[in-house]
């Protein structure tokens, strides 16, 4: 058997051991006799699974106890809709920041339930940096406001949390939930899909404060609906119950290793080494505003841009795989994400060390 080192950006890299024990426990759950996913999602050993798996991720991030956590189903693009039909409560319209193509998306999915005002963008420079707070124009009156806290095709990320009043902020954290603390209660609703950071592609995180819930459009599907879904335990329809039992594995892999602090500790060292080798070549170079570069989606560029094909053919035999930037912006992308350990990260600057030896 041999694994590669696996840049993917979604779905992506998962810990060795996590798919080790998953491995080991595919047959046999535990004595049950069962597989996870022969399981029933009402049974007390599935249970079991499902409140420990909440209680670790309420742990790590520190959640709380007036937020509910939902494990749900249909990636962050459904809950572009859900936050709009459980959010506006009667009000006219949200804000939205305007950082990149996941933000795009959320807008235009706004659009169709409300008001949308546009706050702020960084599209005047190709969406490469962060826009200021000083810059936000914020509506007093606004629902919520919405940002992408990293933008995972640009490698935007943004390393302070915005001010909103009373105005509850939600955050599409979809690419860096875990990979470092954050100050739940300053969020009003933090939702994020699996596939980036968490564990395989099916599951949704929703982390959304009380008092938000229960004042959902009559027009919202019953399984969208967060009141619903909290009264339910998360279990008003089947939920994505292998996917939550290998998150859960995360999770602990997570505990294990020192929690979220020494997971920041962790990114930072491999992102840079990464980017302090990208600022030091004239070969290849970041398009990302110093401060606002991703921990986790590192976007990069040859200057000869007729070398790409070769340097992805190159990477590949060198067991360095899906290095190809986003068919929207081009280029390459190395997403570094909590599983990549720092031997990835060298391994592919020492390839791309040669590769502009080679072709300099
Ligand atoms: C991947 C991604 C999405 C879309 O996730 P799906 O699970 O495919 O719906 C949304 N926002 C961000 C920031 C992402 O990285």
Request: charged content about 25%; glycine content about 8%.
């Given at each position: 058997m041999t694994r590669v080192f696996n840049f993917a950006a979604g779905p992506a890299i998962l810990p060795e051991p996590v798919l080790q024990q998953a491995a080991e426990e595919m047959l046999d759950w535990h004595g049950s006799g069962m597989s996870v996913m022969e399981m029933s999602h009402r049974g007390k050993e599935f249970v079991s699974i499902a409140e420990q798996a909440e209680a670790d991720l309420r742990e790590l991030m520190g959640i709380p106890a007036n937020y509910k956590v939902l494990f749900v189903q249909g990636g962050a693009t459904l809950q572009f809709a859900a936050i709009p039909l459980n959010l506006l409560r009667g009000k006219k319209s949200a804000?939205?920041?305007n950082t990149g193509e996941w933000a795009k998306k959320a807008i235009k999915e706004a659009k169709r339930y409300g008001g949308v005002n546009v706050a702020a963008s960084s599209e005047d420079r190709q969406f490469t940096y962060a826009p200021a707070q000083s810059a936000?124009?914020?509506d007093a009156d606004a629902a919520y406001v919405h940002y992408?806290?990293?933008?995972?095709?640009g490698g935007v990320e943004f390393n302070w949390i915005p001010e909103t009043g009373s105005v509850p902020l939600v955050a599409d954290m979809s690419s860096h939930i875990?990979?470092?603390p954050v100050e739940v209660s300053r969020y009003g609703l933090i939702y994020a899909g699996a596939q980036k950071n968490i564990g395989p592609a099916g599951l949704t995180i929703v982390i959304v404060r009380d008092d938000l819930i229960g004042a959902a459009s009559p027009l919202t599907p019953s399984i969208l609906d967060y009141k619903v879904q909290a009264d339910n335990g998360w279990m008003y329809n089947t939920p994505a119950t292998y996917a939550v039992y290998v998150a859960?594995?995360?999770f602990q892999w997570l505990k294990k290793a020192g929690g979220l602090a020494k997971m920041e500790e962790i990114n930072r060292a491999k992102a840079t080494l990464l980017y302090?080798?990208?600022d030091q070549t004239e070969f290849f170079y970041s398009p990302v505003d110093k401060s606002d570069r991703s921990l986790m989606n590192v976007p990069f560029r040859l200057r000869d841009e007729k070398l790409n094909d070769e340097f992805l053919k190159q990477?590949?035999?060198a067991k360095l795989l899906e290095l190809k930037g986003h068919r929207s912006v081009g280029?390459?992308?190395a997403s570094i994400y909590n599983a990549m350990p720092v031997a990835g990260v060298q391994a592919l600057v020492a390839f791309m060390r040669e590769f502009q030896t080679k072709h300099g």
């Open positions: 804000d939205y920041v936000w124009k914020l992408t806290s990293n933008e995972t095709i875990l990979s470092r859960g594995l995360v302090d080798f990208l990477a590949k035999q280029g390459m992308r």
